[in-house]
């Protein structure tokens, strides 16, 4: 179940990233994130309101460290931002989960988070460089001058792999729907000082024409990205870390090749291509893992009883 709950947050979250070019488009990316986190904020606050959770009570006396998953994810969706409309939705989430993978293997490697220790070996080397092949041909077409997009969806990687784990934490401590309300509370105040910020550089606040009728369906990437938050801390802690990077890789992938296709006909055999090797690659680092914790779990006294 958790495979599946994994693989729908991942394809929320290729919708959530095309929906999400709409309002940058209209908007800018200082007053699109700030929008992004207050429509996120407002679903899982009515949530909440419907369970009549307390999130503060529910918190109250936990480290202060476990309420940085939504700073660290404002930096995802602000990232995303810069990103799109300047390179195809498939190159941005190659790039993300490129980060993504090569952040769950060095989390894996010493255990961060409270994760089981993943030895990184020459198998998973040879994994990994089958993913970055793949990689290669889902960036196929894309402009090598466009450095900026490229480099901010790399880093979309570290930080969706890192968000997602301290609100795990938080999530084992609270619930999956209070470690998501904080993820957006605190990511909102976030979005409100970086647009703040922008503001009084770019010297004083934007004019902006409010765009509510005609394109109603920009406004909603908050309330799927929060759906996609949820599931995703339903699931961190039931799968390994390179696991749930190869799951979010499946759902993301299919959905971004599928958007591309179908809204920007920008579809190629060699995307195909590149998203079945970069997908065979990280199932090799998924089964070796799973062979070493079948080992690992065996130890010495089921291997000699084997023998005997």
Excluded at 157 to 163: D, H, K
Excluded at 207 to 213: C, E, F, I, R, T
Excluded at 284 to 295: F, G, I, Q, T, Y
Aim: hydrophobic content about 55%; some cysteine.
């Amino acid at each position: 179940m958790y495979y599946c709950l994994s693989g729908l947050a991942a394809l929320l979250i290729a919708v959530m990233l095309a929906i999400n070019g709409g309002i940058t488009e209209a908007y800018g990316p200082e007053l699109a994130t700030l929008l992004i986190h207050a429509v996120g904020f407002a679903a899982v606050s009515a949530a909440l309101a419907i369970k009549r959770a307390r999130p503060v009570k529910a918190a109250a006396g936990l480290p202060k460290w476990l309420f940085c998953g939504g700073v660290i994810g404002y930096f995802t969706t602000f990232f995303n931002t810069l990103a799109v409309g300047r390179i195809s939705v498939t190159a941005i989430l190659a790039l993300s989960l490129l980060g993504q993978a090569t952040t769950s293997l060095v989390i894996d490697q010493w255990g961060l988070f409270g994760m089981p220790v993943r030895r990184f070996s020459a198998p998973k080397l040879a994994g990994l460089a089958l993913t970055c092949v793949g990689l290669v041909f889902l960036l196929g077409g894309t402009d090598s001058g466009q450095f900026m997009p490229m480099f901010v969806s790399l880093l979309t990687g570290v930080t969706v792999v890192t968000s997602r784990q301290v609100n795990a934490q938080l999530a084992g401590r609270t619930d999956f729907t209070v470690s998501t309300w904080y993820n957006y509370a605190t990511g909102l105040v976030t979005a409100a000082l970086g647009f703040a910020v922008a503001s009084l550089a770019g010297g004083g606040l934007p004019s902006v024409a409010w765009d509510l009728a005609g394109r109603w369906w920009i406004y909603l990437g908050g309330a799927i990205g929060a759906a996609a938050v949820f599931l995703q801390n339903v699931c961190v802690e039931r799968m390994s870390s390179l696991i749930m990077t190869l799951m979010m890789f499946a759902g993301q992938v299919l959905g971004g090749v599928a958007i591309d296709a179908a809204f920007y006909g920008d579809f190629s055999a060699g995307t195909l291509i590149g998203g079945v090797c970069a997908l065979f690659g990280m199932a090799m680092n998924v089964l070796l893992d799973a062979r070493a914790d079948k080992k690992a779990n065996q130890g010495p006294t089921a291997r000699e009883g084997i023998r005997k």
